[in-house]
């Protein structure tokens, strides 16, 4: 019998589509993280157990935790098993929110301030990767919203290469979108971006039609093509107020709270129990025992 075929594989919360039977296991280790059976730092159940508790193919099973290995709820130990991770406190991502929503919606306006030509100085081209002098496009924008002041400016270097498919003039506001809007930048590969405190020079501060001297936020970045090239280097600049960090740590939330409201898709009991020290199956592990994805 194959995994579609099992008839404890159909429960789904009401309204929903019907999860592949990877992802519905993985929602119900998930769950079971979240509320305690599996702590920080405990083994779970090997893939034997889980396989045969849930009635599933290896395979099943192996996607299943490849997905919260991936999230970073796993890891995985050769010869030793797949443990709970702890709280990690520096590899915690912090995501850029905007605090205006119309700035998550495509009505950011840029203005192309001034572009010049210029030769690479020393800290340009190590940067970069280039030899000194190369050419470089330096160029300042500012975005703002519709009937309002402008939120940000930028200024930036980008490298000169008739070889390279590179819009310059659209780089800055097109990751700019992307940042906070979502959606591929078919021009970068990836990119590196470092937040610091600054405050506005009379210069900034007259771009962006504030006062000398407010605390604002910079946003450091560093671009590469499709070739993992390093392309263009510069910042962004924005007044406080303009831009939030926030960040989730531990449990994905979504888990918590679906546990919390009781609409988990796990739904046995005999869903097996964290993995013994040793390292063993324990026959109280639930294997064998009624399949855990049962209605």
Same mark, same amino acid.
């Given at each position: 019998?194959?995994?579609?075929?099992?008839?404890?594989?159909?429960?789904?919360?009401?309204?929903?589509?019907?999860?592949?039977?990877?992802?519905?296991?993985?929602?119900?280790?998930?769950?079971?993280?979240?509320?305690?059976?599996?702590?920080?730092?405990?083994?779970?159940?090997?893939?034997?157990?889980?396989?045969?508790?849930?009635?599933?193919?290896?395979?099943?099973?192996?996607?299943?935790?490849?997905?919260?290995?991936?999230?970073?709820?796993?890891?995985?130990?050769?010869?030793?098993?797949?443990?709970?991770?702890?709280?990690?406190?520096?590899?915690?991502?912090?995501?850029?929110?905007?605090?205006?929503?119309?700035?998550?919606?495509?009505?950011?306006?840029?203005?192309?301030?001034?572009?010049?030509?210029?030769?690479?100085?020393?800290?340009?081209?190590?940067? @970069?990767?280039?030899?000194?002098?190369?050419?470089?496009?330096?160029?300042?924008?500012?975005?703002?919203?519709? /009937? $309002?002041?402008?939120?940000?400016?930028?200024?930036?270097?980008?490298?000169?290469?008739?070889?390279?498919?590179?819009?310059?003039?659209?780089?800055?506001?097109?990751?700019?979108?992307?940042?906070?809007? /979502?959606?591929?930048?078919? @021009?970068? $590969?990836?990119?590196?971006?470092?937040?610091?405190?600054?405050?506005?020079?009379?210069?900034?501060?007259?771009?962006?039609?504030?006062?000398? /001297?407010?605390?604002?936020? $910079?946003?450091?970045?560093?671009?590469?093509?499709?070739?993992?090239?390093?392309?263009?280097?510069?910042?962004?600049?924005?007044?406080? /107020?303009?831009?939030?960090?926030?960040?989730?740590?531990?449990?994905?939330?979504?888990?918590?709270?679906?546990?919390?409201?009781?609409?988990?898709?796990?739904?046995?009991?005999?869903?097996?129990?964290?993995?013994?020290?040793?390292?063993?199956?324990?026959?109280?592990?639930?294997?064998?025992?009624?399949?855990?994805?049962?209605?």
């Amino acid at each position: 019998m194959t995994d579609a075929e099992k008839p404890g594989l159909r429960t789904q919360l009401p309204g929903e589509r019907e999860l592949p039977h990877y992802r519905r296991l993985a929602d119900m280790v998930r769950d079971r993280i979240a509320d305690g059976t599996y702590g920080p730092g405990e083994r779970i159940p090997s893939e034997t157990a889980l396989a045969k508790s849930a009635g599933l193919s290896f395979l099943t099973v192996r996607q299943a935790l490849k997905v919260l290995v991936d999230e970073g709820l796993l890891e995985r130990y050769p010869g030793r098993g797949t443990f709970v991770s702890g709280l990690n406190w520096r590899r915690t991502p912090f995501g850029l929110a905007p605090a205006d929503p119309a700035i998550e919606r495509d009505e950011i306006a840029c203005e192309l301030l001034s572009s010049a030509v210029e030769r690479a100085g020393p800290r340009e081209a190590e940067i @970069l990767a280039v030899p000194a002098g190369s050419p470089l496009a330096a160029m300042r924008h500012r975005f703002r919203l519709p /009937g $309002k002041p402008p939120f940000m400016a930028e200024e930036g270097r980008l490298i000169l290469d008739p070889f390279r498919p590179l819009v310059e003039a659209g780089l800055p506001a097109s990751f700019l979108k992307g940042l906070f809007q /979502g959606g591929a930048q078919g @021009l970068l $590969k990836s990119a590196s971006l470092t937040v610091a405190p600054a405050t506005l020079s009379e210069e900034q501060a007259r771009v962006l039609a504030r006062e000398p /001297g407010l605390p604002a936020h $910079k946003l450091s970045y560093l671009f590469f093509d499709a070739a993992s090239r390093p392309v263009a280097t510069g910042f962004y600049l924005a007044p406080e /107020g303009i831009l939030t960090l926030a960040a989730e740590f531990g449990l994905p939330l979504q888990a918590s709270r679906r546990e919390a409201s009781g609409t988990s898709r796990g739904g046995a009991s005999a869903f097996p129990a964290a993995a013994p020290p040793d390292g063993e199956d324990s026959p109280a592990a639930g294997v064998g025992g009624k399949d855990s994805l049962d209605a």
